[in-house]
Every structure is written in structure tokens, then in C-alpha cells.
Nanobody, 123 residues
Framework: QVQLVESGGGLVQTGGSLRLSCEASVRTFSDYAMAWFRQALGKEREFVATINWTGGTTLHAGFVKGRFTISRDNAKNTVYLQMTSLKPEDTAVYYC????????????????WGQGTQVTVSS
């Protein structure tokens, strides 16, 4: 059974940084494209970033470009989201997601999800 476990969330001030981690319990982590989504209170879950199996292809949502960076370490079965210049509107539960092989920015394409980690940015 595949499990995704996020960590690294917390409370940070505006302008601060956090690094989220998501460890996957899968036999062949490199078979999976990985992604981060987020869901603010009362809003739809939205795409943040995705990365292909090699790490050579990444896509980031427009609202995080230049501030957030997705990366992965296949030796550690882990994907990361480095977040800088955080804003109050980045406050949300951040979810890790996985799907076989191909990257996608659509949440409907992902069948594996973590439990989420809360990120709160104070003003």
C-alpha cells in the first residue's frame, strides 16, 4: 500500500520560508510524477507544483513562480517544496500527490494523496 507522508508545515511570518517534505512508501519512487496542491479554508484544492520522475521537468503555478521550488531525491523517496517570500494568502493545507509516470496540473489525475500539512503565514 502506497503512503505519502508530508512534514515541515508550521507557522511563519510574512516573508519567511519553509520547506515541506513528502516521503513516499513505494517500491519504485522513480515511477511516479509527484506534485503539491494546497487548499485554503473554504476554497477548492489548487495545483502548486509538479515534477517528473527524473526531476528534469517541473511546472509551477503562476502565483508561486519565483517563490516556490519543487524538487525530489529519488534515493530518499522524497519530494520537497521550498517556499520563500511567504504571504498570508499562502496559508493553506498543503498536500502531496503522486501518479504514475506523467506530470499533470490537474488534481483529478492524481490517485495517491498524503494527509496534508498546515502552513500558516501571519501578517
Amino acid at each position: 500500500q502506497v503512503q505519502l507522508v508530508e512534514s515541515g508545515g508550521g507557522l511563519v511570518q510574512t516573508g519567511g520560508s519553509l520547506r515541506l517534505s513528502c516521503e513516499a512508501s513505494v517500491r519504485t519512487f522513480s515511477d511516479y510524477a509527484m506534485a503539491w496542491f494546497r487548499q485554503a479554508l473554504g476554497k477548492e484544492r489548487e495545483f502548486v507544483a509538479t515534477i517528473n520522475w527524473t526531476g528534469g521537468t517541473t511546472l509551477h503555478a503562476g502565483f508561486v513562480k519565483g517563490r516556490f521550488t519543487i524538487s525530489r531525491d529519488n534515493a530518499k523517496n522524497t519530494v520537497y517544496l521550498q517556499m520563500t517570500s511567504l504571504k498570508p494568502e499562502d496559508t493553506a493545507v498543503y498536500y502531496c500527490a503522486a501518479r504514475r509516470f506523467h506530470v499533470s496540473g490537474s488534481r483529478d489525475d492524481y490517485n495517491l494523496w498524503g494527509q496534508g500539512t498546515q502552513v500558516t503565514v501571519s501578517s
